[in-house]
């Protein structure tokens, strides 16, 4: 079936450093979603955006709706060590609750 | 807390055997839920639409006969992995929203490791 690509597929940072990701499509979505899941676990919703061009905040967590409705941003400002996960970004459309997942970012701090 | 809840969280068994895996919604009414697989680094793909009521809709490649799905509370999914093999062995996730028809978002239970060896 179909994927969204994220990118970048992993990320090696420091504690303390910003980290931008982004995913993007072949075609529209009326609703992008991002999530985290650590090993093990399923996935745990982070941020959902509803709006082309809606810019939505938790916490130290940013996400963006692209405004061409294909594609999505997701920023963590001063991560920490719980950041540490594989963050996937899901797009899904009105009337149709399916969602389709982005490949995966792996996020690992470096002590 | 959570919203989904799953269970088992482990399975191993022989291969030959049957494996039921519950989804419950705790304190909400979920009419639909979705059955997910996630192989080892990869993303999550979903299996099948689970609808209270009526027969599960399937994705193209999934095979009906060999993941049984009944959702016969509005609490309550199952998925069966009938006559299991090692290459079913995968993580499997399943998810519920609040409300069906509405774009209120998924939320996921925290999956079922199933081990075939």
């Known amino acids: 079936g179909q994927q969204l690509n994220q990118s970048p597929q992993s990320m090696f940072i420091q504690e303390g450093e910003d980290v931008s990701m982004n995913c993007t499509s072949s075609?529209?979505?009326?609703?992008w979603l991002w999530y985290k899941q650590d090993p093990g676990e399923g996935p745990v919703l982070l941020i959902a955006l509803y709006k082309a061009g809606e810019l939505t905040s938790n916490g130290r967590l940013t996400a963006q709706f692209g405004i061409t409705r294909k594609d999505s941003f997701l920023n963590i400002s001063a991560s920490i060590p719980s950041d540490v996960g594989i963050y996937f970004c899901?797009?899904?459309?009105?009337?149709?609750?399916?969602?389709?997942f982005g490949t995966g970012t792996r996020l690992t701090i470096i002590p | 807390g959570a919203v989904v809840s799953q269970h088992p969280s482990r399975v191993i068994c022989k291969s030959g055997t049957s494996v039921k895996i519950e989804c419950r919604s705790l304190?909400?009414?979920?009419?639909?839920m979705f059955w997910y697989r996630q192989f080892p680094k990869q993303s999550l793909m979903l299996m099948a639409t689970s609808n209270e009521g009526s027969k599960a809709t399937y994705e193209q490649g999934v095979e009906k006969d060999k993941f049984l799905i009944n959702h016969a509370s509005l609490t309550l999914s199952t998925l069966t992995v009938t006559s299991a093999h090692p290459e079913d062995s995968s993580f499997y996730i399943c998810?519920?929203?609040?409300?069906?028809?509405?774009?209120?978002?998924?939320?996921f239970g925290d999956g079922t490791r199933l081990s075939i060896l």
């Open positions: 075609s529209i979505f009326n609703t």
């Open positions: 899901a797009g899904s459309n009105f009337g149709n609750e399916k969602l389709t």
């Open positions: 998810s519920a929203s609040y409300t069906t028809g509405s774009n209120q978002p998924q939320h």
């Open positions: 304190d909400f009414q979920a009419t639909t």
